[in-house]
């Protein structure tokens, strides 16, 4: 068995959203349940992607250094999110495994 990926989630403060983050949310989950655990983010916990959902472009959750890969998720590539998790798993460096 194949141990799953923890992705480290975490939301906007929700000011200017152009999507339900909450349905993507529930909707990724299911997506992509055998492959990945998604936690709420919590400061000195190892991710092997720390995922930024925001509800728009202004990327208001880039600016902090997480200590593992980053992946934005915004209004403009919510629809390819499994996708885009996928390539950055596959992707990523030894250090983040």
């Known amino acids: 068995m194949q ?3 923890k992705i480290g989630v975490l939301f906007c ?4 959203c152009y ?3 909450e349905t ?3 909707k990724i989950q299911k997506e992509l349940s055998d492959e990945c ?3 709420y983010y919590k400061e000195n916990e190892h991710y092997n992607l ?3 959902v925001n509800g728009c472009q202004s990327e208001c959750l880039i600016e902090h ?3 593992s890969p980053k992946l934005l998720i915004n ?4 629809e390819k999110a499994g996708e885009l998790i996928r390539y950055k798993l596959r992707n990523m460096p030894d250090w983040c495994k």
Do not use: I, P, S, T
């Open 75 to 78: 209004n403009k590539n919510f």
């Open 13 to 16: 403060g929700g000011c200017n």
């Open 24 to 26: 993507f949310y529930k």
């Open 65 to 67: 250094e997480y200590g």
């Open 19 to 21: 999507y339900d983050r």
């Open 3 to 5: 141990n799953k990926a």
């Open 50 to 52: 720390v995922m930024m």
């Open 37 to 39: 655990e998604f936690l």
